[in-house]
């Protein structure tokens, strides 16, 4: 199975899941400034909430994507809002790529909230949810 990881954070947060979801699966996690070069049978796609909205670069990175692509798999951060996946659903679709119905949301800190989120609990479940996603 050809699985490809991309995030896009600001403050580290959606990195943090991205290198666990890369530990668990064993395949390096890189910046949505790096394209998708080949097909994938599951891109996991990190964002989190910048003002309300997920950040241009992730959809400047869907809007990109020129390889088949199995599904996509949202995985988030947020101080406030409870997850990206409807923002980046809307955009994936729009692509005509198929997004799954299971992601993996959790709080991120931002300046006093959420302090030290996303935390090893969080970090554990991730790998968990990254595992059942490719069974």
């Known amino acids: 199975m050809n699985i490809a990881i991309r ?12 290198k666990a979801i890369s530990e668990a699966m064993g395949v390096e ?26 950040s241009s670069d992730i959809k400047e990175f869907i ?9 996509v798999v949202n995985f988030s951060t947020a101080a406030l809002i409870e997850s990206t996946y409807g923002q980046v659903k809307k955009l994936v679709e729009e692509k005509g ?15 006093m909230l959420h302090r030290n989120r996303p935390n090893k609990n969080d ?5 968990v949810f990254a ?3 490719v069974e």
């Open 97 to 111: 790529l198929t997004m799954a119905n299971d992601e993996f949301h959790c709080r991120g800190s931002f300046h």
């Open 63 to 71: 809007k990109n994507i020129n390889v088949n692509v199995g599904q």
């Open 131 to 133: 595992k059942k996603i």
């Open 7 to 18: 995030y896009y954070t600001k403050g580290g947060n959606t990195e943090k899941l991205a």
């Open 29 to 54: 996690a890189k910046d949505v400034s790096e394209p998708l070069t080949e097909d994938v049978d599951v891109l996991f796609l990190g964002s989190s909430v910048y003002a309300a909205g997920v």
């Open 123 to 127: 970090l554990e479940d991730v790998k």
